[in-house]
Structures are given as structure tokens and as C-alpha cells.
């Protein structure tokens, strides 16, 4: 049974859709100016010799606009917690406070937003060429495909045509994701 192009196009749909996932997920460590459990959930934390998420060794709240309390599972770790924290460059303030750890989020001044405005347009630059790259992966795949007469994918010239048409247009929808994403997440950091 010969399959068709599409049997390509669902495999970068996957791929693209990963790289939009990931994005959305990058973007919601920086910070915008108020306190979000995202900005530390992924910091690692020197656990019993392991380096583990700190989402893994406690709970993290929202407890104030600009502060969060992370409650760890096992008392003890609120040192490294701190440690953690203070050293992960987020420019984040975190106290030991019974038994747990209060983390503040300053005021970010222009210039702060301005940088983490301009590290977003360049993470998002950076999916826009991962996806571009699938693209062309699929491209090369779909044209091979039609070459090789003894390949399980029996295309033609027209649906080829029609493979490469419908990558672009998968490409477009991806990227103008990526691009309300970033508008969202630069008007949130603006106006903060």
C-alpha cells in the first residue's frame, strides 16, 4: 500500500508543535515583574548530591504580587532551596522563613525589560529556525520520496507541489503562534 505525503506532513506537525510547546514553556521563566511559580519551578536544586527541579522537592505558591513561598517536602533542603535560588541570576531575593523559602521579585527597571524583551525576540528567532529547518527536513523527504520509485511513498510532481504548499502554509500558522506568544509575554513585561 503506497502512502501518501501526509504520512510527512503529520511527523513535522508533531515536530513544530514541540518546538511552539517548548517555547511557551521557555518563556515562562522569564520574568515580567510579578511573581510566577514558572520563573523558579525548573531551577535546579543540589538535592542529596542530585541536581533536581525544584517543582520536584517542594510545593511553590503565590503568596503576594512580587512574592512566592516554596514549602519543601523535606524541611531541611530550605538552605539549598535559598542557595538555589539566589545563584540561579533571576535576580530574585530568597530568605529561609520557617520552614520554608520566601523568594521576592523586584521591580524590573526599563532597561531589565528592555534586555528580557530582546531575549525573547531572540528565543523566539530561534524556534522560528528550528521550525524552518523542519521544513526543510520534510522538503528533502517528500522530494526523495518522489525520486525513489521504490520507496512506501509513491509521489507524484503534483504531490509534491502540493506536499511543499502545505508545509509552508503549516509553517505560517506555527510561526504566527510563536509570534502572539512573544507579543503577549513582551506586553506583560512592558507593562509591569
Do not use: W
Amino acid at each position: 500500500m503506497a502512502l501518501s505525503y501526509q504520512s510527512f506532513l503529520d511527523v513535522a506537525t508533531e515536530r513544530m508543535d514541540k518546538s511552539v510547546d517548548l517555547f511557551a514553556h521557555d518563556i515562562r521563566g522569564i520574568r515580567t515583574g510579578r511573581a510566577n511559580t514558572g520563573l523558579i519551578e525548573n531551577i535546579r536544586v543540589d538535592y542529596y548530591g542530585s541536581p533536581t527541579p525544584l517543582s520536584q522537592i517542594g510545593n511553590i505558591s503565590v503568596l503576594e504580587a512580587r512574592t512566592l513561598f516554596v514549602k519543601p517536602f523535606d524541611p531541611s533542603t530550605a538552605s539549598a532551596i535559598e542557595k538555589a535560588i539566589s545563584s540561579a541570576d533571576l535576580g530574585l531575593s530568597a530568605v529561609a522563613d520557617g520552614g520554608g523559602v520566601r523568594v521576592s521579585v523586584p521591580h524590573l527597571s526599563e532597561d531589565q525589560r528592555n534586555k528580557m524583551v530582546s531575549r525573547l525576540k531572540t528565543m523566539s528567532e530561534d524556534a522560528k529556525v528550528a521550525m524552518r529547518n523542519i521544513r526543510r527536513d520534510f522538503i528533502k523527504d517528500v522530494e526523495t520520496s518522489e525520486k525513489d520509485k521504490d520507496s512506501d511513498v509513491n509521489l507524484t510532481e503534483d504531490d509534491v507541489k502540493s506536499a511543499k504548499s502545505n508545509i509552508q502554509d503549516l509553517l505560517k500558522k506555527h510561526e504566527s503562534r510563536l509570534e502572539e506568544l512573544l507579543k503577549e509575554k513582551s506586553a506583560d513585561i512592558l507593562e509591569n
